[in-house]
Structure formats: structure tokens, C-alpha cells
């Protein structure tokens, strides 16, 4: 399901505080998947987006702490390859790849892992 387009913040704020709602059995499944959030984002880059997320993601985990702590890191790790993929290329094309997969997996990892 696409959804429309979202201002810089609003799609930030989609993905900080990423909504759940009732899944198969007892699960609860992210309302707006990280991907869909993202591909709505308008007026950012990769760059500031994932910078966005970087400084502002510890705030969500930090009033559950110290039950947080080890999503908190386990979001930490996942941040760190995003920045990875977002920095190596060899080339312009790779870049956007790599850009394109590290928002993407830095989106998922704070979504997905706030409690």
C-alpha cells in the first residue's frame, strides 16, 4: 500500500515512532512499513534522513531503558552498516544504490526495534 506524500518530518516521525497494529494471533505488525515511509518522503535526501534518524533515535529508546538497552544497541549495529553502505561506492551508480539501501536498513532497524 503506497502512501501519499509525506513531509521531511512527518516521514521521520512515521519512522521514530513507528505505530503497531494488531497482526495474526497475538503479534502486532508496523502499520506503515519503513520502505513505504521512505518512498513517501518528500524534500530530503538519504543523507539527511538517515542523519535525521542517527541523532534522534536514542530518545525513543531511552524512557524504556534499562529494558531498551539491548534493542538500543542491536539499532546501534544495524546504523553503523547502513552508514557503511551509504558511504562505500566506487561509483555514482553504486552510491545511489548504497544510499538507497542503507536509509533503507537504518528506517527498518529503528522501526522495527523500538519498544
Do not use: C, Q
Request: charged content about 15%; proline content about 9%.
Amino acid at each position: 500500500l503506497a502512501l501519499a506524500p509525506l513531509e521531511s518530518f512527518h516521514a521521520f516521525a512515521k519512522v521514530l515512532n513507528a505505530k503497531r497494529v494488531p497482526g495474526t494471533g497475538a503479534t502486532m505488525v508496523l502499520k506503515d512499513s519503513p520502505e513505504s515511509v521512505v518512498a513517501a518522503a518528500v524534500g530530503t535526501t538519504p543523507s539527511l534522513f538517515f542523519d535525521y534518524l542517527h541523532e534522534n533515535y536514542p530518545a525513543f529508546f531511552l524512557p524504556d531503558a534499562p529494558a531498551s538497552l539491548p534493542a538500543l544497541a542491536a539499532v546501534a549495529a544495524d546504523l553503523s552498516a547502513a552508514a557503511l553502505a551509504m558511504s562505500w561506492a566506487p561509483d555514482s551508480a553504486s552510491r545511489n544504490i548504497g544510499s538507497a539501501a542503507g536509509l533503507l536498513t537504518a528506517a527498518r532497524a529503528v522501526a522495527t526495534r523500538n519498544p
